[in-house]
């Protein structure tokens, strides 16, 4: 079904006419044009602009998509909203089957967008002769290479220039364009190591909206996670359908943020696509037949979504029970990550007589290991280090003891990163034999700036997540464990 989808067209497009591009550098026509030029996209991009004449990027303006010669697939417009009915009845005449309506100015802002909504109704028959993304809405993005490499390339429909990002497993349907722009920018220069292989904003869901790309998301082998911020439900049931479908997938999950849980958010979805209110209780139950992961914030999502791409790409288990354990070379640290593994429906279980029989062994006599699966490391490293051991030789020990244990399905760990203990820090050794494991592993970093993100950098080379918080790591593994509730509830 993938690729006779409708999406498939709008994602992977052939060709593409710009309706507003602009040779002014200010404006969004210009910046929709030098996206998807800089950005290598692989089809024919038109230039439609009745009041500019020449080129850009040497290519030719034209006075109306009826003056271009060759099929158009698909119409960005970046318009006026008042003129998009006229110019959709000369798309419509050409041929082209697809528009993306940027331009805002319909639902959400009352009684004059609704008559333009009506016209638009009118004159596309329904939506039966041209299918529409939007209005209101910051486009498309598919990420079909690494900028970073010679294969760059892909198509970038919004007006927000992306030249640094990184193709990934990860796919976004978002009803604000700020996830398909500043936000997204921010998030992708933040987080180099996070892949990306769709963003979809669909603003106001005047024809297309969640269900369809979910449905083309669902059966693309390239994609593991999808994330989603909705401000309502378009179809309610299908979106249950399509979620419960998801759960009986072993490589794929969905992750949503919901806007317009409080009487203040929905007055400002109303203002903002245009959706209405919808019942608390609803949301709720349509939340929990779902079984989806629920994010609180934009922070979350984009930290889940990482989270789970990294989990798939390293091919690990879901956690069944819940039971982690952590090595830490902080007492407090492990009294704090005790009482957030009880906040968030997790355990420390205890160790098995071999795997402690080895701590054991590392540990001085003066300050055994503990018995539940919380390893303050410290002290052994120090016996490590008055008998002249390197401390990554007693590190890779411990590590592997723990993951080896039956009882433990996943390991928190607490890294001090400094110059100054740079032997403590080389662990590419280490990372690459906690990486072999089926479990996942999270990391809580601490220390210099620099060095801090030197060791991210190394882990997200062998795709292990790390984390600013401890609250943050907890809270991502319990992600995992609920994940694996859902699709054993399949």
């Excluded at 080129?55 to 030719?60: H, N, S, T, V």
């Excluded at 902080?330 to 990550?337: D, F, M, N, Q, V």
């Excluded at 690459?432 to 220390?447: C, E, R, Y």
Aim: glycine letters at 8%.
């Amino acid at each position: 079904m993938t690729e006779n989808h409708i999406i498939e067209m709008f994602l992977h497009p052939k060709s593409v006419a710009v309706i507003g591009a602009s040779k002014n550098p200010l404006k969004g026509g210009y910046r929709i044009v030098t996206n998807l030029i800089s950005n290598n996209f692989k089809g024919r991009v038109y230039l439609v602009n009745p009041n500019t004449e020449g080129e850009l990027y040497k290519l030719k303006f034209h006075k109306s998509v009826l003056d271009i010669k060759e099929e158009v697939e698909i119409a960005i417009f970046y318009v006026p909203n008042h003129t998009i009915p006229e110019l959709l009845k000369e798309c419509i005449q050409k041929g082209i089957k697809g528009a993306i309506i940027e331009a805002s100015g319909f639902e959400e802002v009352g009684e004059k967008g609704m008559v333009l909504k009506d016209r638009i109704l009118d004159i596309t028959q329904n939506f039966s002769r041209i299918r529409i993304v939007g209005p209101n809405c910051m486009g498309l993005s598919t990420i079909e290479g690494d900028s970073d490499t010679e294969n760059k390339s892909g198509f970038f429909s919004g007006f927000g220039v992306f030249s640094k990002y990184k193709r990934g497993n990860i796919a976004i349907i978002s009803q604000s364009g700020m996830l398909n722009g500043g936000y997204l920018m921010h998030e992708i220069t933040q987080h180099p190591e996070m892949g990306l292989r769709y963003s979809c904003s669909i603003g106001n869901k005047m024809d297309i909206g969640e269900i369809e790309f979910m449905e083309y998301l669902i059966e693309d082998p390239t994609v593991n996670v999808i994330a989603l911020y909705l401000e309502s439900f378009k179809n309610p049931r299908k979106f249950i359908y399509l979620c419960n479908l998801v759960r009986k997938l072993p490589n794929k999950t969905i992750i949503l943020v919901k806007g317009g849980l409080t009487p203040l958010g929905q007055k400002a979805t109303l203002s903002h696509t245009g959706s209405l209110a919808e019942d608390a209780n609803l949301i709720k139950a349509i939340i929990k037949q779902s079984g989806i992961i629920q994010a609180n914030s934009f922070y979350e999502m984009f930290q889940y979504a990482q989270t789970f791409s990294m989990f798939y790409n390293s091919k690990k288990k879901l956690p069944k029970e819940g039971k982690a354990a952590f090595i830490a070379g902080s007492g407090g640290a492990g009294t704090i990550t005790a009482d957030l593994t009880m906040k968030y429906g997790l355990k420390f279980p205890e160790f098995s007589n071999e795997t402690y029989k080895i701590l054991i062994d590392v540990f001085p006599e003066w300050m055994p290991p503990n018995r539940f699966a919380f390893v303050d490391i410290w002290p052994a490293m120090e016996k490590a280090m008055m008998n002249k051991i390197k401390p990554d030789v007693i590190m890779k020990k411990v590590y592997e003891a723990v993951l080896n244990d039956p009882e433990i399905e996943g390991l928190f760990n607490m890294m001090f990163c400094s110059r100054q203990f740079k032997a403590m820090n080389d662990f590419e050794d280490i990372a690459k034999s906690v990486q072999a494991t089926d479990k996942p592993i999270f990391f809580w970093l601490i220390g210099e700036a620099k060095e801090v993100k030197k060791t991210s950098n190394l882990l997200a080379k062998y795709n292990i997540p790390n984390f600013p918080s401890l609250e943050d790591m907890v809270k991502n593994f319990r992600v995992l464990f609920q994940e694996s509730m859902n699709k054993q509830r399949k």
